[in-house]
């Protein structure tokens, strides 16, 4: 549980930040709130050389509302976004996430960097099909989709001597939304997460629908198999239930001391379920 040595800068500029990683190559790791690399540093899971501490840097915190999407900052905390209704899922999801400590250091970029599939809201992010901006030694900028984003267990296509600057995330009016998981304690990891949102149309049936799940494969998983049995469908209690029973079609869940892959994609179809209920009926 002791880390590896490292060295540790913390400069003040964002520049300095892309400077240092570049100088330190792909052993040199930014540091946001800490909670994805500190753990698998002390389990020498990561030994990175160079911590680059992203804290004095401004401008990377922030929620704003533009051109129907929010733009959320990368240093912006889980308690900055939780409970707050304008945010629609991305409020919702982060109120769930671990608990109240984590939530005020941990960081919306470095959870989506990270790109843990048990984590919550690599799910949210894949479901909403938002985008984020990343920024390289040298001023260059791009724009990475949401579908581009996860590679990988663990494995994001933000490149070594990359930061993740920006979070795009459409504000979906209009669409109901719900974020379900199912945990051991309140705190833990989900073993099965959903993401769930439903737009209505004027004659009550599914305009159109997006699900995502948490910890069902080596990343966040879209559930299209769910979407295309309930879109245009009747949003009935029955509608949803049998729509749900896709959710485990082409997953490849982990098993772990807490479920096997069954009971995985049997609490897929269940959490689903409630997951659409919820959303529809908001």
């Not at 690599?122 to 001023?139: M, N």
């Not at 159109?208 to 295309?228: H, I, K, L, W, Y």
Request: net charge negative; aromatic share 4%; proline share 5%.
């Amino acid at each position: 549980m002791i880390p590896s040595e490292f060295d540790y800068v913390a400069p003040d500029s964002l520049e300095g930040v892309l400077r240092a990683l570049a100088d330190g190559g792909e052993d040199a790791k930014p540091l946001a709130g800490g909670h994805s690399l500190l753990p698998l540093m002390k389990l020498r899971l990561a030994v990175p050389t160079l911590l680059v501490d992203l804290r004095r840097v401004s401008g990377l915190r922030g929620v704003q509302r533009e051109n129907g999407s929010w733009r959320i900052g990368a240093l912006t905390r889980h308690a900055d976004l939780q409970n707050r209704p304008e945010l629609g899922i991305v409020g919702e999801a982060t109120a769930l996430i671990a608990d109240q400590q984590v939530r005020n250091r941990g960081t919306i970029g470095g959870s989506l960097v990270h790109g843990d599939p048990a984590a919550d809201l690599p799910t949210v992010f894949a479901a909403t099909e938002g985008s984020v901006h990343v920024r390289s030694h040298g001023g260059g900028i791009r724009e990475i989709a949401a579908a581009d984003l996860f590679q990988d267990y663990l494995t994001t296509a933000v490149a070594p001597g990359e930061i993740l600057t920006e979070v795009s995330i459409p504000a979906l009016d209009g669409w109901g939304h719900a974020y379900e998981k199912f945990t051991r304690r309140a705190e833990d990891w989900a073993m099965v997460g959903v993401c769930a949102l439903v737009q209505r149309a004027a004659d009550g049936t599914c305009a159109d629908v997006r699900v995502a799940m948490t910890n069902m494969g080596s990343t966040p998983v879209r559930a299209t198999a769910v979407e295309q049995a309930l879109r245009g469908q009747p949003l009935s209690g029955e509608s949803i239930a049998a729509a749900a029973e896709h959710a485990a079609e082409g997953t490849d869940p982990p098993g772990d001391l807490n479920a096997t892959p069954d009971y995985k994609r049997h609490l897929a179809r269940v959490i689903t379920r409630r997951a659409l209920q919820r959303a529809a009926a908001t």
